[in-house]
C-alpha cells in the first residue's frame, strides 16, 4: 500500500510539475549529476550513473539546491531517495532511483548498502507525516477501542498531533506512540 501511495505521489508530481512548467514558462532540468551532488553532500556519495531519475524533474531556477529528506531500501540493491528544492517554491519533491555500481568491488564500505546505511536524514524526520494512515486507540482501565485514522499533521513520539476518522467526520487529537499507532484517552 505504501509502494502504491509513493508511485502515486510521484504521478502527481509529474503532472504537477507539467502543469507549473505550462503556466510559469520557462523551467530548467534538474540533472543526474546536481541529484549525485547532493547526495554526496548529505552524505551518500554516489556517481552519476547510479542515479535514475524516475521521471524528467525541473525547477525554476537553473541551480536549485536540493535537499535529501530521506534514503530507503526499494529493491535488492536499489535505493529510492526523495529529494526537494530548499526553497519549496522552486520544484516540487521527487524521487530518484540508487543502484549499485557493478563495477565496484565487492567490499563492505565500497557498496551502496553500507553509504545507505551511514545516511542520516538532516533534522528529524517524522515519524508520523499528514496523509498518513495510522491506528487511534482509546484506552481506560475498562475500555479499548481502536480506530484507523489519517493524520492531518506531522510529529514524532510523543508529540500531539491532528488526525481524522477516515469517513471524515469526526477529527482528535492523538499521542504519538509508534509508527502508525497513536492514543487518545476516552
Excluded at 549525485?36 to 548529505?42: K, R, Y
Excluded at 531556477?61 to 535488492?76: A, G, I, N, Q
Excluded at 546505511?117 to 533534522?123: A, I, L, Q, R
Excluded at 486507540?137 to 508529540?159: D, H
Aim: hydrophobic share 40%.
Amino acid at each position: 500500500m505504501r509502494r502504491e501511495r509513493n508511485l502515486t505521489t510521484l504521478f502527481c508530481s509529474v503532472l504537477a510539475i507539467c502543469a507549473t512548467a505550462q503556466a510559469s514558462g520557462v523551467r530548467f532540468a534538474i540533472s543526474p549529476n546536481r541529484v549525485a551532488e547532493a547526495l554526496a553532500a548529505a552524505g551518500v556519495p554516489v556517481t552519476t550513473e547510479q542515479v535514475k531519475l524516475l521521471s524528467p524533474v525541473s525547477a525554476r531556477d537553473r541551480d536549485p539546491s536540493l535537499r535529501v529528506m530521506k534514503v530507503t531500501k526499494w529493491t535488492d540493491n536499489t535505493f529510492k531517495a526523495e529529494l526537494r528544492c530548499r526553497d519549496q517554491q522552486a520544484c516540487l519533491p521527487f524521487y530518484v532511483l540508487l543502484t549499485g555500481n557493478e563495477k565496484a568491488d565487492t567490499h563492505a564500505d565500497s557498496g551502496l548498502q553500507q553509504k545507505v546505511s551511514n545516511f542520516v536524514v538532516p533534522g528529524t524526520p517524522a515519524l508520523l507525516r499528514d496523509g498518513d494512515s495510522a491506528t487511534l486507540v482509546f484506552e481506560n482501565s475498562a475500555l479499548r477501542i481502536t480506530l484507523p485514522v489519517i493524520c492531518l499533521q506531522s510529529g514524532n513520539r510523543g508529540e500531539t498531533i491532528r488526525v481524522e476518522s477516515k469517513d471524515h467526520r469526526r477529527f482528535f487529537n492523538a499521542q504519538i506512540i509508534a509508527p502508525g499507532l497513536l492514543k487518545a484517552a476516552l
